[in-house]
DNA sequence: CTATGTGAATTTATTCACAGCA
DNA sequence: TGCTGTGAATAAATTCACATAG
């Protein structure tokens, strides 16, 4: 709607694009301090201002993608990253027939370099290695200071507790389906 | 558990594993009609096939991928499904140089032959196409007769609400992070 | 004795309803 | 007049506490 020009808008029509009651638009915005304009609405980027805050995405982060495979690739090819303000300013992979190469204007570097990521200022990673690969590259990552991974494979990883871990399943989001199809 | 050979769980190591009180654990099971033995706990098959059953997952599904780029072949490559009874059964593209190769086994389709999928009763879709191609496909899909479709293409798909559509946003899971990092 | 299953008590979340401000 | 912000009312979820079954 920003993109579009438009200027304010209503719980009213928030919540039908998420299909909820306005009070609860409403509600939950007033927890942060009432940010809207009465018998107006809210100012859409004020709004998306404050929103951001709360999450705590006002600040940009660069990210480091290990490993360089088919699914590496495609997050590489992403184009959502930037809209969050999200920089994927690294890519590591430990094959020496990648290593050198460049994917999407990234050089690839050798997953052994993961050190330098502290003093690029890079604290959030993506790995996408090989589930057997997984937990080593994550302590690789705690050591060099990263505060967020995302992690694609398939596995368990430990870390730290002053590290956050988010792990995506591909296979149980599939999984989620059969509950709201109709029984055949 | 069950792979290691273990027999009964009670309530109280089942919420240690989550991090959520054991009553939470017993109640809500308890919705679905009490399945563990008092004194003992929760025999493992059993709860495992119970939880399938709630979930609808009592029954294999079929399912086709769509887009064989890189995407597509991580998710071809991903050893997660069958533990929820998935089987990946066709891949189908739209670029003639891939149609008629073999990825993982599967021989990839004319993506104009997707009508087939309703007489080989696959009912699940994994749409991997750029996000310009994600609409036709999804409608091409409803045409097939899929009942549920994941969605990895950043952009919005409409289907008739008969069919279900859980749409992922990997940018967002990233962005989930910063919330829990440190304010360095 | 042990651990489930469940009414009752408590806490949390949502919705109502309207005062208050542009 | 229109829509936010918010106390009060309602509804839902969680936890307690204990009777009950193995």
Do not use: W
Not at 131 to 154: E, H, Y
């Amino acid at each position: 709607m920003s993109e579009q020009g438009q200027q304010n808008i209503s719980s009213r029509n928030l919540a039908d694009f998420v299909s909820v009651n306005p009070c609860q638009i409403r509600k939950d915005f007033s927890y942060f301090g009432g940010f809207g304009t009465r018998g107006v609405g809210y100012k859409i980027e004020e709004l998306i201002r404050q929103i951001k805050k709360i999450l705590k995405l006002d600040v940009a982060h660069k990210a480091a993608l290990i490993g360089v495979g088919n699914l590496g690739s495609a997050i590489l090819a992403h184009p959502g990253f930037r809209a969050y303000g999200f920089d994927i300013a690294a890519a590591f992979d430990s094959d020496p027939k990648k290593i050198g190469r460049r994917v999407k204007d990234i050089m690839v570097e050798d997953v052994s370099n993961l050190g330098a990521l502290k003093r690029r200022k890079i604290d959030l990673a993506i790995i996408a290695v090989p589930r057997d690969a997984a937990q080593q590259t994550a302590d690789a990552l705690v050591r060099a200071n990263v505060k967020g991974i995302l992690n694609f494979s398939p596995c368990y990883v430990t870390v730290p507790k002053k590290v956050k871990v988010i792990s995506l399943d591909i296979a149980m989001d599939l999984a989620r389906l059969p509950y709201y199809m109709p029984t055949s």
